[in-house]
C-alpha cells in the first residue's frame, strides 16, 4: 500500500496491455490487473489484427504480458472488486484483498455480449455463432448464414451479410417487428424471413449442422450473426461517477478521459467500433493523455 504508482489498469485486454506498454516506455510505473476473461474469449481467432490475424485471443493475451514482463509491468491475475478516489489519488481493492494507489487510473475493462438465449447456441458461439461480420464474416463466406433477432437492427444485418454470402435467411425467433416496407426490402434482395420460434442449434463439434424450430421444421446453416447487444463487464466506471452513453458506452474525450480528474477508458467500455485493433490504439492513446497529465503536475 505505501507504493503509489503513477498508473493503475483494471482490465488486460487489448487496451489495457497496449495502454500498459506505452506507459512503462515513458518510464512510468504501471500495475496491471487482469481477470482474465476477454470479451472474445469463446472465438477461435483473431481477425483483422495486422501480423497477428489467426492468433488465439488467449495467445494474443500471453504475448502481450511477456512483452510487459521485459519493461517491469507489475501484473495481478485477478479482478479489481472496487477503486474510489482518495483526495489526489486513486485507491483500488483487489480481488485477494491487496490495494494500490495509484495518481491516475485507467479502466480497459471491456463488454459482455448478450448471447440470444436459445438452447445450444454456447456450444457454437465463436465458431459458427458470431456478432461481427468484419471480424469472422470471411471465414463464413458463400456459406448458407442466418442473421438472427427481431427488428430492424437485425432486418439491415441480414442485408450486410449479403457481402459475405448470397444466401442469407433473417430468423427472429417470435414476431419479426419489421414495417411492410422492410419486409419488402428483404424480399427485393433475396433474404427469405422466418418467424417460427427456434428450439435449438444442432451441430457438432462447434460446427453448425442446422437450426430446428419449435414447429418441427429445420434449416440447415453453417452460420448465425446476432446483435442484440452488450453490457459492461464492470462496474467500476458507474461507481467512479462516469457517464454513459445512451448505448451504455463510458462517455470519454478524443483523449480518452472521462470527465473525472485522473481517470481515463479504453478499448469496447467506450467505443462503438469495437475491434482488438481499435482497443489497443485507444489503450496507446490514453497512455499518451496520461503521461502528458502526470508530466504537466511534475512541472507545476
Ligand atoms: C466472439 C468474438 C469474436 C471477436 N472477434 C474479433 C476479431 O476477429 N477481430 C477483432 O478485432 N475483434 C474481435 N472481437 C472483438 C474484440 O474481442 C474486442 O474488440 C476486444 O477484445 C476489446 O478489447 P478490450 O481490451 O477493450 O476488452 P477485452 O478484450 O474484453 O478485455 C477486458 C479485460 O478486462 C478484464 N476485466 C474486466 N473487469 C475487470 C475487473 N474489475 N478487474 C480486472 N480485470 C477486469 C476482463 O477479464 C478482460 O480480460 C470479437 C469479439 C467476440 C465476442
Not at 489519488?89 to 494500490?100: H, I, K, Q
Request: aromatic share 6%; proline share 4%; hydrophobic share 40%.
Amino acid at each position: 500500500m505505501s507504493v503509489l504508482y503513477d498508473t493503475v489498469i483494471v482490465g488486460g485486454g487489448p487496451a489495457g496491455l497496449n495502454a500498459a506498454l506505452v506507459l512503462a516506455r515513458c518510464r512510468r510505473t504501471v500495475l496491471l490487473c487482469d481477470a482474465g476473461r476477454p470479451r472474445n474469449a469463446a472465438s477461435g481467432g483473431l481477425h483483422g489484427f495486422l501480423t497477428r490475424d489467426g492468433v488465439l485471443p488467449l495467445e494474443l493475451t500471453h504475448l502481450g504480458r511477456e512483452e510487459l514482463r521485459r519493461y517491469g509491468v507489475e501484473i495481478h491475475r485477478e479482478a479489481a472488486v472496487s477503486a474510489a478516489r482518495c483526495g489526489s489519488c486513486f485507491e483500488t481493492v483487489l480481488e485477494s484483498g491487496g490495494r494500490c494507489r495509484s495518481r491516475t487510473l485507467l479502466l480497459a475493462t471491456g463488454v459482455v455480449d448478450r448471447v440470444p438465449p436459445i438452447p445450444g447456441i454456447e456450444e457454437f458461439y465463436g465458431r459458427s455463432v458470431f456478432h461481427c461480420p468484419y471480424c469472422d464474416g470471411w471465414e463464413m463466406r458463400d456459406q448458407p448464414l442466418a442473421a438472427l433477432g427481431p427488428g430492424k437492427p437485425a432486418a439491415g444485418l441480414a442485408l450486410s451479410l449479403l457481402s459475405w454470402s448470397r444466401d442469407v435467411v433473417l430468423l427472429t425467433h417470435g414476431p419479426a417487428r419489421l414495417s411492410q416496407e422492410e419486409r419488402e426490402r428483404l424480399k427485393r434482395r433475396g433474404v427469405p424471413l422466418r418467424e417460427e420460434r427456434i428450439a435449438r442449434l444442432e451441430g457438432a463439434g462447434g460446427v453448425l449442422g442446422r437450426v430446428a424450430f419449435k414447429n418441427g421444421e429445420t434449416l440447415a446453416r453453417r452460420g448465425i450473426f446476432f446483435n442484440t447487444g452488450q453490457v459492461q463487464r464492470s462496474q467500476l466506471a458507474a461507481a467512479l461517477g462516469c457517464r454513459f452513453t445512451h448505448r451504455g458506452a463510458v462517455r470519454a474525450d478524443r483523449m480518452q478521459a472521462t470527465g473525472v480528474t485522473g481517470l481515463y477508458v479504453a478499448g469496447d467500455a467506450c467505443r462503438d467500433v469495437q475491434f482488438a485493433m481499435v482497443a489497443a490504439a485507444e489503450g496507446a492513446r490514453a497512455a499518451v493523455a496520461i503521461h502528458r497529465a502526470l508530466q504537466h503536475q511534475e512541472r507545476a
